[in-house]
């Protein structure tokens, strides 16, 4: 189930990212540079929730699609982030807590599946609400600028992005103790 409907969804988030980058060197005004990389972010983060809808209701899941999921999702992040960074619209304090999480939890996450614990460390109700505020911070963040003249984005985005990086470190904490047990079995 190689290139299964959803899987090549997955796809389309890590072929979004030279996009998404791309935009910002184009030579257009910058509300219009801002409006173009917003849309397709949030298009391309919508497939996230879509390809695994479209997975489990046409019976298309696969351990392919299972690995390459998180990975696409990480990568549109963190290359966001560095975009953000880039234009001064995100600390890069918040960026380092949220990619260092990114490769601490999925290097955890590899290791217990070697070792067949990788049910202690499965995807919370809380890794899913740091996704969301993310995803929606990063939006914001791109966007840079009122929206429909009532809400300043870059104002609410920069307060979500720090909220998504409290929750960055309190999920890897909870991930952390989840994995406490299975860690201090293997270090004996």
Known sequence: ???????????TRI??????VGVFYLDLPEPSRNLIATVMFVAFALTDWLDG??????????????FLDPVADKFLVCASLLVLVDLQRADVFVALIIIGREIAISA???WMATIGANRSVAVHRIGKIKTGVQMVAIAFLLFNGPFLGL????????????????????????????????????SR
């Open 108 to 110: 955890l996450r590899e």
């Open 53 to 66: 809808y479209l997975a489990r209701k046409l019976g298309q899941t696969s351990a392919f699609g299972a």
């Open 151 to 186: 809400l300043d984005t870059h104002w609410w985005g920069t307060v979500l992005i720090w909220v998504s990086a409290v929750l960055t470190v309190w999920s890897m904490v909870y991930y952390l103790k989840k994995a406490i047990p299975e860690i201090r079995a293997r």
């Open 1 to 11: 189930m190689f290139l299964t409907i959803p899987t090549i969804m997955t796809w």
């Open 15 to 20: 072929v979004a990212i030279p996009l998404i």
